[in-house]
């Protein structure tokens, strides 16, 4: 069945509109969305986390959180990490729109694609964007010499990493990473931005916040909600030098954090296990995810160790019409990556689901390209797609 979308919510920003104002704006049938669009968890929290917190869903409501030092603490314990070398806000957008404002001079170095806040705050601010180009044909790997020889060219004085990279799920090894922060120890800042290295299998132990805890000019970004599913809670953080940390921290607002997120942050000591299982049922599901997508001749998949993947349409597919067909007649909501630096609306960004949600997705997709394959194949025409998959 047909329910009508406005095309217009995704023209207004260069971020996806909310699944809140597109359930609202679906009606009776928003509640039978199913999220492609948002990176998240579907494992993590537990059922018995969330029956916890919506028993004590009064108490978190009524009652003001503790302040941010006490909230990062706790998560200093859990994760084993000083607390001095520890920021906490609310989301990690908010870290950078600080970081920004605090230590972005004149100039900053990013690859693209990658997440637009990157490069949207900065020019909101008047300061010089350094965008690297990643390139298709390499599958948007990072060649991290390349990358230090464009910002030594270039000037620039701040420098981001993704990794894993957002919207293709690229990776560099934990060794490169290192060999990138210490070539550029002159610059004012450098950033590396692991908003999703926990979904990461290609190694163990993959993360870099323990190194910058003591080089003087690094900042690790950690994304709290992507890891755990819950985007809704708004927390993020950040591990530098105490230096670098402590002035962060004095420049947040002292209650800047919510009673939901002190909530799960205390339980998190309780369910490292079930988060691990968690990361692993999401591990099966991108393989299995990604060898369905690759059966479809008009998909291009892209190696990924994050959880979603970047999909490439055929020649003649258009993105836009296909996110809205898979909004109106089947309740699934993509992120078509046209408004992305650096990409087309030929791009199209795909969490990891369960299986169930997968296969709603494939007859989508499926029926919205039969029509169009029906009358090449007529024509005996079928053009060649090569695929990567991880």
């Not at 690859?111 to 690297?132: A, C, H, L, S, Y």
């Not at 059966?295 to 809205?324: C, H, M, W, Y």
Request: charged residues 25%.
């Amino acid at each position: 069945m047909r329910h009508r979308v406005d095309a217009g919510m995704f023209q207004q920003t260069a971020h996806s509109p909310s699944y809140f104002e597109l359930s609202r704006r679906m009606g009776d049938h928003g509640g039978q969305l199913i999220d492609f669009c948002i990176p998240c968890n579907p494992y993590f929290p537990t059922p018995d986390m969330f029956d916890f917190l919506a028993r004590n869903l009064e108490s978190v409501l009524k009652f003001y959180p503790s302040d941010a030092d006490t909230i990062s603490g706790q998560l200093a314990r859990v994760l084993g990490l000083n607390p001095a070398t520890i920021a906490m806000s609310n989301g990690s957008t908010e870290l950078i729109t600080w970081m920004d404002h605090l230590w972005v001079r004149d100039s900053i170095a990013i690859p693209i694609p990658t997440f637009g806040r990157w490069t949207d705050q900065p020019m909101e601010t008047g300061k010089r964007v350094d965008m690297f180009p990643l390139q298709e044909d390499s599958g948007f790997a990072l060649d991290i010499d390349a990358y230090i020889r464009f910002i030594r060219a270039r000037g620039s004085r701040t420098a981001v990493l993704c990794n894993p990279n957002n919207p293709d799920g690229g990776y560099l090894p934990r060794r490169e990473i290192l060999r990138f922060m210490d070539a550029l120890s002159d610059l004012d800042l450098v950033v590396i931005d692991e908003s999703f290295i926990d979904f990461v299998e290609a190694e163990r132990n993959p993360s870099v916040a323990a190194d910058a805890a003591i080089r003087p000019n690094v900042v690790v970004l950690k994304s709290l909600g992507k890891n755990f599913g819950l985007h809704g809670i708004r927390f993020g953080y950040l591990v530098a030098n105490p230096g670098l940390a402590g002035k962060m921290r004095r420049t947040l607002p002292k209650w800047n954090l919510n009673s939901l997120a002190e909530s799960v942050v205390f339980m998190l000591a309780q369910h490292g296990e079930e988060y691990g299982e968690s990361l692993r049922l999401l591990a099966r599901d991108r393989y299995n995810m990604g060898m369905q997508l690759a059966q479809l001749p008009e998909l291009t998949v892209f190696a990924s160790q994050a959880n979603f993947l970047l999909v490439k349409l055929a020649p003649g597919i258009d993105g836009t019409e296909l996110r809205d067909h898979l909004i109106s007649r089947h309740q699934v909501f993509i992120r078509e990556c046209g408004n992305k630096l650096g990409m087309s609306n030929q791009f199209l960004r795909l969490v990891v689901r369960p299986e169930a949600d997968v296969a709603r997705l494939i007859d989508g997709i499926r029926e919205f390209v039969q029509p169009r394959w029906e009358q090449e194949s007529s024509a005996q025409v079928r053009p060649l797609v090569v695929r990567r998959i991880s």
